[in-house]
């Protein structure tokens, strides 16, 4: 049954790395066409390159976060024909579903640097690994938290996993943006914290002169095991709801 995942992951791979190819060849064509020429003297960290390449692992994660909810209505002739339990079928998904938005996101990092080589800017990138390693953390961080988000919300929905995946693009940002709004009650402000303790949004964010933009009030490698520890909490709760959920 893992194999109808195996499949999907590599479809969207697919199309992914396809979109972003077509991407590098029309910036191609744009900018030998017209003669262009890279004036740009100054630098760009790699790590703000990672860490924005991060949405595109958001991105991955909305995609393959569904499969497990898809695939509910077929588990149980699977069961009858080849016993297997539930939770080590749930378990394989996900063992598929992590590596597809890792290698998502290292797809996108070798595509921003092609990008920058066609320009004649690769010269321009700086590399300090403590930055790097702090962005990648935290934005694969939030792509594990954003696939574990959905997993559970649609554990006991079974097909309604490309919904609630759509939803949370509506969801998420908006919990992150009524934080900052004024003129709610105080009782409701401290509500829609809370929620965004929960809102992968809310434990991205950066780091600025004046210390960290993120809602969560934490330190950037306390913000990714915050992450790293509900992702892992909630694909628990994911694999014991969508196991235990009835035929």
């Not at 860490?51 to 009858?80: D, F, H, K, Y």
């Not at 490309?162 to 900052?180: D, E, M, Q």
Request: charge should be neutral; proline fraction near 6%; charged fraction near 10%.
């Amino acid at each position: 049954m893992e194999y109808v995942q195996i499949l999907r992951a590599r479809r969207i791979l697919t199309w992914y790395t396809g979109i972003l190819v077509a991407g590098l060849i029309i910036e191609a064509i744009s900018y030998y066409s017209s003669h262009g020429h890279n004036e740009n003297d100054g630098t760009i960290p790699f790590a703000i390159l990672a860490a924005g390449a991060g949405a595109a692992a958001l991105i991955i994660a909305t995609l393959v976060a569904p499969g497990l909810s898809a695939e509910a209505a077929n588990t149980t002739a699977l069961i009858w024909t080849r016993p297997v339990p539930r939770d080590a079928i749930a378990a394989r998904f996900i063992g598929i579903d992590v590596p597809a938005i890792l290698l998502g996101y290292a797809i996108t990092l070798v595509a921003i640097l092609m990008g920058f080589a066609i320009i004649g800017g690769l010269g321009q990138i700086t590399y300090e690994p403590a930055p790097i390693l702090r962005s990648v953390a935290l934005a694969v961080g939030g792509a594990l938290m954003w696939y574990a988000v959905i997993s559970a919300a649609a554990a006991r929905f079974p097909g309604r996993g490309p919904l609630i995946a759509g939803l949370s693009w509506g969801v998420f940002p908006v919990l992150a943006a009524l934080y900052h709004a004024h003129g709610f009650p105080v009782w409701l402000h401290d509500v829609i914290f809370v929620l965004d303790w929960l809102n992968p949004m809310a434990w991205l964010g950066g780091t600025t002169p004046h210390g960290s933009s993120s809602i969560i009030p934490f330190s950037v490698w306390s913000r990714v095991f915050g992450e790293s520890a509900i992702a892992v909490a909630l694909v628990v709760v994911s694999v014991r709801l969508w196991s235990t959920r009835e035929a």
